[in-house]
C-alpha cells in the first residue's frame, strides 16, 4: 500500500512517456496476475476432475472468428497479421470451453513470440475420425532441447516475448491437459530463429 501511495503522489510531476509505461507495466503485472489465476483455477479443476466436459458438434471457423477480437489490440500493437485458413465446413465434436482455452492459450503464444509484422496462422486439415489443427508463428522459434520440456508440468518456466511480454508458464500443460481430455493429441516443431508451429487434434464423431 506504501508503494503505491507513493507512486499516486509522484504521478503528477512524471512526464507523459513515464506515465504511460507506468499505466502499461500497472495493465501487464494485472493481466499476467489474472492469467495465472484462470490457469491454475482450470488447472486444479482438471486434476480434480472437477471440470465439466460436454462435448458438441462445433463449427471451428466460428469459434476461431469469436476468439479473434481478444487480440486486436496486441495484433496491432504488434503489426502481426492473424490468418485464418477454416473452411466453413470444418467441424469436430469438442467441448467449447475447452476448446476455446486451447486455440486462446496457443494464439497468445504464438503473438507472444512473434517478431513485429510478422504473421501467425491458424489452420486444418482431416484426419481420419479427427482434424488436425495448427497454428503457425514466424517467430523465434524454440532451441531443440527444450522442446521435450514444453508440456512437462515440472519443467514450467515463462519466457519473455518479443516485446517484453510476460506470461504464466502453465499455458501450455493446460492446453495438453486439455486436448487428450478431449481424446486428442498435442505436438509442436520448432526452429530457432525460424519459427513454430503447434499440431493438436480433436475428433469429428461422438
Known amino acids: ?13 512524471l512526464e507523459n512517456d513515464e506515465k504511460q509505461q507506468m499505466i502499461t507495466d ?90 513485429p509484422n ?6 486444418s486439415e482431416p484426419d481420419n475420425d479427427f482434424v488436425v489443427i495448427k497454428v503457425i508463428d514466424t517467430g523465434v522459434g524454440i532451441k531443440t532441447e527444450k522442446l521435450p520440456e514444453l508440456f512437462q508440468v515440472d519443467k514450467v518456466q515463462s519466457t519473455w516475448g518479443t516485446a517484453k511480454e510476460t506470461g504464466t508458464g502453465l499455458g501450455l500443460i493446460l492446453c495438453k491437459e486439455l486436448v487428450e481430455r ?12 525460424e519459427g513454430t508451429t503447434f499440431y493438436f487434434t480433436l475428433p469429428t464423431e461422438k
Open 1 to 13: 500500500m506504501q508503494v503505491l501511495l507513493i507512486i499516486v503522489e509522484d504521478y503528477d510531476s
Open 26 to 115: 500497472v495493465a501487464n503485472t494485472s493481466k499476467r496476475t489474472y492469467d495465472l489465476m484462470e490457469n491454475l483455477l482450470e488447472w486444479s479443476s482438471i486434476q480434480t476432475s472437477n471440470i465439466p466436459f460436454y462435448p458438441q458438434k462445433i463449427k471451428l471457423l466460428t469459434l476461431l472468428n469469436n476468439l479473434e477480437e481478444l487480440y486486436n489490440q496486441n495484433l496491432r500493437s504488434k503489426g502481426i497479421t492473424l490468418e485464418i485458413n477454416v473452411g466453413p465446413e470444418i467441424s469436430v465434436f469438442a467441448d467449447k470451453k475447452m476448446t476455446e482455452t486451447i486455440l486462446r492459450n496457443l494464439i497468445s503464444n504464438a503473438i507472444k513470440f512473434t517478431y
Open 118 to 123: 510478422g504473421t501467425v496462422t491458424v489452420s
Open 182 to 193: 478431449q481424446y486428442g493429441k498435442i505436438w509442436v516443431e520448432s526452429k530457432e530463429d
